[in-house]
């Protein structure tokens, strides 16, 4: 069943204030009623066939608010366009909507088509072959799962190695893409995990880990800097601030500066 959302003209004479109630109403009449296996809605932001001023409410906040008032129809949108949001942050959405729903979303993906929507949110409107392009890549996630055993000391370290490879099984049966370790930085723990693992071996940058050199040796496949640099940054940016307003030093401003042009430039790429 497709409830009404505003997409089709389907809530005009409707006072807004009663949209919800209108909804949620349907929704859960679908839920009591086993002949309906599911209730669903439209990923759009304007009405068809034409826009207009008539409200048309967003999918996947509907999606959270279906899934808080029924309890056994699953819920999906027909479909949700990649180019709309950020790929990362829409399969934050979908998993924390499939949470609240105890597993009952289905998630329809598409390329999106609705020339006068995406102009009218600023997308632009890229041609087909660019659009098939971003789906394409937006659907093929990597799951970095990550195990903080030797970052927070969840065992003893004579047992981290084993933990974290117990770990690593579990996410590798449940699908992941590849095994983030952060804090691991002994060489012999490294290689023993990246020798282990079915997946590609993830680390952080943190004291005492090996240089990138010696930890592709190791069976590394991925470094990661994590807030290492921003830091850092902020590091030397208090005490070049404490230096200057307290002793009014200001030579060491300009070691290592970068120049405005330079600074510019990297917003033009």
């Not at 497709?2 to 109630?21: A, K, M, N, T, Y």
Request: contains cysteine.
């Amino acid at each position: 069943m497709f409830i009404p959302q505003g997409w089709r003209l389907d809530l005009v004479g409707i006072d807004p204030s009663q949209h919800w109630g209108v909804m949620a109403g349907l929704a859960r009449r679908a839920d009591a009623n086993p002949e309906w296996e599911s209730i669903w809605v439209y990923d759009h932001f304007h009405t068809t066939p034409v826009a207009t001023a008539e409200a048309t409410h967003e999918a996947w906040t509907l999606m959270a608010a279906f899934a808080g008032v029924t309890g056994r129809v699953r819920l999906g949108q027909m479909c949700t366009c990649m180019s709309y949001r950020n790929p990362a942050y829409l399969a934050k959405v979908a998993a924390t909507v499939d949470i609240v729903s105890e597993g009952r979303v289905e998630m329809g993906i598409g390329a999106g088509w609705y020339e006068q929507e995406w102009r009218a949110y600023g997308y632009g409107f890229p041609t087909a072959g660019e659009r098939l392009a971003r789906l394409r890549e937006g659907v093929d996630i990597f799951v970095n799962a990550r195990i903080d055993v030797y970052l927070f000391k969840l065992v003893p370290p004579a047992e981290a190695v084993a933990e974290s490879l117990r770990r690593a099984r579990i996410y590798q049966d449940a699908g992941a893409s590849g095994i983030f370790v952060p804090a691991i930085v002994a060489p012999d723990d490294i290689r023993t995990v990246a020798a282990a693992v079915e997946r590609p071996l993830n680390v952080l940058a943190w004291p005492g880990l090996p240089p990138a050199a010696e930890l592709a040796k190791l069976g590394v496949k991925r470094l990661s800097a994590g807030s290492g640099i921003a830091k850092a940054v902020w590091g030397r940016t208090a005490a070049l601030a404490k230096s200057f307003l307290q002793d009014g030093a200001y030579q060491a401003l300009a070691e290592g500066a970068m120049d405005s042009a330079t600074a510019n430039g990297l917003y033009s790429k």
